[in-house]
């Protein structure tokens, strides 16, 4: 079998990772993989990677979620804070229409 090199291997890297390759070129990266320390750094570096970016997605949503919990809250409270003077003006309508004929 003929050597391929790490530049080839390399671009491989990401589709062997996400477990996409053929068989055969699956084969051709792990044995590639066994005698190349070079590409197991850039395999590992590749991995590492990916987890932080994971990690900062998983941040970002978790971060989102967070201000869309306190947008409701403010929601909420401006609904309540609004509902306080309409309540009173319609009781004060009901009282004027009731009790001051």
């Known amino acids: 079998m003929e050597k391929i090199s790490c ?6 890297l990401p589709s062997y990772r ?6 055969s070129v699956k084969l051709m990266v792990e044995n ?5 320390n070079h590409c197991k750094g850039k395999l590992k570096q590749l ?7 994971e990690l900062e997605q998983k ?3 978790r971060k989102f979620i967070a201000s869309l919990q306190r947008r409701k809250y403010y929601l ?3 609904m ?4 306080i003077p309409i ?3 319609v009781a004060l309508i009901v009282y004027f229409v009731f009790f001051c004929e």
């Open 18 to 23: 996400d477990e996409v390759l053929t068989d």
């Open 47 to 53: 991995e590492q990677e990916i987890e932080i970016n």
């Open 59 to 61: 941040s970002k949503g």
């Open 87 to 89: 309540g009173a003006f």
């Open 7 to 12: 530049e080839i291997i390399e671009d491989l």
């Open 76 to 78: 909420i409270g401006m």
């Open 80 to 83: 309540i804070g609004a509902m």
């Open 32 to 36: 590639h993989l066994e005698s190349c």
